[in-house]
């Protein structure tokens, strides 16, 4: 019996449980790409005969196209209807999906998995917004725990199934598996969600997008290249890292005096909206750029298969799967800045037990590790975001939802980018004489010989990686004792009153 004391609007209806169950399958999906390609990168280098600076694009490039048309949903949520746009992104992601399956080398593969997010980049923050308004302020810690259990299942089944399908089917089938998918969620899109009639309240800003798109790309490219040697005195490293910095930070004040920007930038100039979107982008950056290499680990240095290196990875899925419901439950009655530092500080602790990883640390101190950082995952990312979210007005939940996973998904690209051409770089440095033709991307030696020698070589390699995610989670941390401990309950009839955490 519900208890009395409990106001109808804070219940969870059959309404919205529908609506996030749609929510869920297509941003289940979206995740489950992300997680599969992971487990497959080594033998797509094999297949390829590329090197990880390389193959490390097809995750990078990926993220910077969701980063891309991100900021375009509020627009197209106002013009076209956020129920159009859900279902229009899921068709293009499948398109996009179908052509990876299909791709005939490096670069083509690279080519398709961006048109895959430039297709799949609205599918999050257009379900989120349409369940943020259907959830209201009050009912958001929860719906994000609901929201975010099944979606962590995402993490654990895309490994596994990712691995067998490589190891037993073809690579191509991570990623036609969407198509079934996407197809039941087309369907479930179509009947669950109501029609919502477009309101364009302005027009696109592309000067904006202009300024925004290529900076990200350019700058994201430029790190690259200075992580893997060029160096930042040279045209590819540090001139493309300047001139994409320039082209945001021109867009930063072009979006500060400019009504309709791409993003919001002015909101999240405020304490309340600003401090958890900092946490996001460190924790992203750092987060995204481990789930890259930790399947190379187990591969590489362990000498794995790709199921097996699925099968270990779960751990870090089940610790999130049973942190982000407490999570979520103490977020609304404690507030999110004490859930969400508990939280990194779990994942720092995760992040210097990596920092130490060789080939001989035990695989037991392993899966704890991965099983502490998914404790922490679990109770970082759904109670930030939150917290950003419960502290606006509903007209701005469309804009800020985009800015928020513009920033989830740019750090995400920075950190596989980055990790990827710095552990690169470790192991051209470390690897010891008469390794030979030892390579990342085969895991192969020229002989029994150099195989046993290079093995340490390149255990102590991504443990030295490993620490650049140790200080950008520490960062993150820093960022969130910003977190404001209170949150306004703008949608109150009259005054606003504070609830406190």
Not at 175 to 199: C, S, T, Y
Not at 451 to 458: Q, S, T
């Amino acid at each position: 019996m519900p208890n009395p004391q409990t106001p109808a609007a804070a219940t969870l209806d059959p309404r919205l449980l529908r609506i996030a169950a749609v929510v869920i399958l297509g941003t289940f999906m979206s995740i489950l790409d992300t997680t599969i390609v992971n487990v497959a990168i080594k033998d797509l280098s094999k297949s390829f005969s590329a090197p990880l600076a390389t193959m490390q694009w097809i995750s990078t490039g990926y993220m910077l196209a969701l980063a891309t048309v991100i900021p375009l949903t509020g627009w197209a949520a106002d013009r076209f209807g956020t129920k159009r746009l859900y279902m229009a992104s899921i068709g293009m992601f499948l398109l996009g999906s179908a052509l990876s399956g299909a791709a005939w080398s490096a670069g083509s593969l690279i080519v398709f998995r961006v048109l895959q997010g430039l297709g799949g980049g609205m599918i999050m923050p257009a379900g989120m917004t349409i369940l943020t308004h259907a959830a209201g302020p009050k009912r958001m810690g929860r719906v994000m725990g609901i929201v975010g259990v099944p979606m962590l299942l995402a993490p654990i089944v895309g490994p596994i199934l990712g691995g067998w399908l490589v190891d037993d089917v073809s690579w191509r089938w991570i990623f036609f598996v969407n198509l079934p998918i996407g197809a039941i969620a087309l369907f479930a899109a179509l009947r669950v969600f109501e029609r919502d009639d477009p309101k364009p309240h302005h027009a696109l800003d592309w000067p904006g997008l202009l300024m925004l798109s290529p900076g990200l790309a350019i700058f994201v490219y430029g790190l690259a290249e200075t992580a893997a040697g060029s160096g930042l005195d040279s045209v590819g490293g540090g001139g493309a890292v300047l001139l994409g910095l320039l082209l945001v930070i021109a867009f930063v004040l072009h979006a500060r005096v400019r009504h309709g920007a791409l993003i919001d930038v002015k909101m999240f100039a405020q304490r309340a909206v600003g401090a958890p979107a900092l946490t996001v982008f460190l924790f992203c950056t750092a987060f995204f750029g481990v789930a890259l290499l930790m399947p190379l680990y187990f591969q590489v240095v362990r000498g794995d298969s790709a199921l097996r290196a699925g099968l270990l990875l779960a751990a870090q899925g089940i610790g999130a799967m049973i942190s982000m419901p407490i999570a979520a439950r103490l977020t609304d009655k404690l507030g999110a800045r004490r859930v969400v530092t508990v939280g990194l500080s779990l994942v720092a602790l995760g992040m210097l037990s990596l920092s130490r990883i060789s080939a001989t640390t035990t695989l037991l101190q392993v899966e704890l590790t991965l099983f502490l950082m998914g404790l922490g995952m679990g109770s970082t990312m759904m109670p930030a975001m939150s917290a950003a979210l419960s502290s606006i007005e509903r007209h701005a939940v469309a804009r800020v939802t985009a800015g928020l996973n513009v920033l989830q998904r740019v750090g995400g690209s920075i950190g596989t980018a980055l990790l990827a051409v710095v552990l690169s770089h470790e192991l051209a440095a470390a690897m010891p004489p008469g390794a030979g033709a030892t390579t990342l991307h085969t895991g192969e030696a020229a002989s029994a010989v150099a195989a046993a020698r290079a093995v340490p070589a390149l255990g102590a390699a991504f443990g030295h990686t490993f620490t650049w995610s140790l200080v950008l989670v520490v960062c993150a941390l820093a960022a969130a004792f910003f977190i404001r401990r209170r949150h306004v309950d703008v949608t109150a009839p009259g005054a606003a009153h504070v609830i406190v955490e």
